[in-house]
């Protein structure tokens, strides 16, 4: 094992390049069983399988924008289809929290350029295997010199270089990536990991997002924000907090308690761009924790996206306008805020129709989101051969609007992993600016 990210872009793009081609590769060679007469069902699920393992295993040991990309479409295989589903379901969901460790040594001098060549006296204990390492950095557990139990954030030598290597290379293969999650929009989202990544790098801008959502939700009743200890550019030391990873819900946990942790999330989601003037741009389960009090554990604050006015009253209007079946109010409000290109020719009804995703779960006291829920929207709005693919061809996602747009669906798809029911309409209406109104 190297003693960092791979940085050379030749050998990086060869390793992308590998996900799609191979993948490919193993469709064809299904098809040839099935010609000497294999079991298609059999077959497919191999050919899925196999294609999982190949995804984790090049996207977890490049880390980098590679495994960062891994972990955005994990939040998304809620709506892959079954044929696919278990054997990604399974692999995404490890990019959420693991990937191969650095050695022991460089994470050692990683943490002497950063907090000094005396940095093991400012710790008590310090663990050198990774309690999780993920696409940019990995985290450690230690003791501080104060007593107090604290999660070491590292982050990976070569990051920076790798991340936006690997993101420029997946731009070039996203179209063959694409049938690899069907049902999801890759250019944009890969665009908008490149616009973001950039903050993510530098660990003091995360603590500085993480003190003021700790600061906002002291002593909240159903979020807890881990205090911020110590920071530097490439390392950082927060409270430990130990609760049950969200992804262990999503595997086995019951009803009620779905149904809980959804609610908590919702809350947190809509309440902190009015609370902290920020929202959490990260929403994929690796960065949740349900504590024994009941209570919701928030990691992980490299991603956010600033909203000093809170969120977009807009925003707000325009789904109480749909929810309504206000069309025609709702299609004037689309143009005016430039989310109908000029030109294009869009019926009322059309608009109403396409928010679907959003409004669903608006139009009851209670929504049960579900991944057939999920999937139904993603097979809608992606077939060519429906009407709504034209809509959606035809609208536009002014800048401004991008990134709570993005959450905000990841966070409908994290619900719908959950199998959540939740009096979602109740959330929106008390903390979306122009919902209730």
């Known amino acids: 094992m190297t003693d960092d990210i791979p940085r050379r872009s030749v050998q990086r793009s060869a390793r992308l390049a590998s996900l799609p081609l191979g993948f490919a590769s193993r469709t064809a060679a299904g098809w040839g069983r099935r010609l000497a007469g294999g079991d298609q069902g059999e077959i497919s699920a191999d050919v899925a399988r196999r294609g999982a393992e190949q995804l984790f295993a090049v996207l977890g040991e490049l880390k980098g924008g590679a495994m960062k990309f891994g972990q955005a479409l994990s939040v998304f295989e809620a709506a892959v289809p079954d044929e696919l589903a278990e054997p990604y379901r399974e692999a995404l969901t490890r990019l959420q929290t693991a990937a191969p460790p650095m050695p022991a040594a460089r994470t050692h001098r990683v943490l002497a350029e950063q907090f000094g060549r005396g940095w093991r006296e400012r710790f008590r204990e310090f663990d050198d295997t990774p309690a999780a390492a993920a696409s940019i950095g990995q985290v450690h557990r230690a ?69 003021a959502f700790a600061a906002a939700y002291d002593g909240d009743e159903y979020v807890v924000v881990p205090r911020v200890v110590a920071s530097a550019p490439k390392a950082m030391v927060s409270e430990w907090i130990s609760g049950t990873p969200l992804s262990a819900i999503i595997r086995a946990g019951e009803p009620e308690e779905r149904d809980r942790v959804g609610l908590l999330l919702s809350r947190f989601h809509f309440s902190s761009p009015a609370r902290v003037g920020l929202l959490h741009a990260d929403p994929h389960p690796g960065n949740f924790q349900l504590l024994p009090d009941g209570r919701l554990c928030v990691i992980d ?17 325009m789904l109480r306008l749909a929810v309504e079946d206000r069309a025609d ?99 929106f209406e008390e903390w979306q600016p122009g919902f209730a109104s």
């Open 143 to 211: 003791v501080w010199h104060d007593g107090r139990d604290v999660a070491v954030k590292v982050q990976y030598p070569g990051a920076q270089e790798a991340v936006m290597a690997d993101l420029r290379q997946l731009q070039r293969f996203s179209r063959m990536v694409q049938p690899l999650v069907p049902g999801m929009e890759i250019k944009p989202l890969l665009a908008e990991l490149r616009d973001r990544m950039a903050e993510e790098l530098d660990y003091r801008d995360e603590a500085d997002a993480q003190r």
């Open 301 to 317: 604050f490299g991603a956010v996206a600033r909203l000093p006015d809170g969120l977009p009253y807009e925003l707000g209007h």
């Open 329 to 427: 109010e709702l299609l004037e409000l689309l143009r005016e805020l430039n989310f109908v290109l000029p030109g294009v020719d869009m019926s009322a009804d059309e608009a109403v129709v396409y928010l679907g995703p959003l409004t669903d779960p608006l139009r009851t006291d209670k929504f049960h989101f579900t991944r057939s829920w999920i999937r139904g929207q993603a097979e809608r709005l992606g077939d060519l051969r429906r009407p709504e693919f034209n809509t959606g061809r035809g609208l536009n996602l002014p800048p401004q609007y991008l990134l709570v747009h993005r959450v905000t669906l990841a966070s409908v798809a994290v619900l719908c992993q959950l199998d959540a029911e939740i009096p979602l309409r109740g959330v």
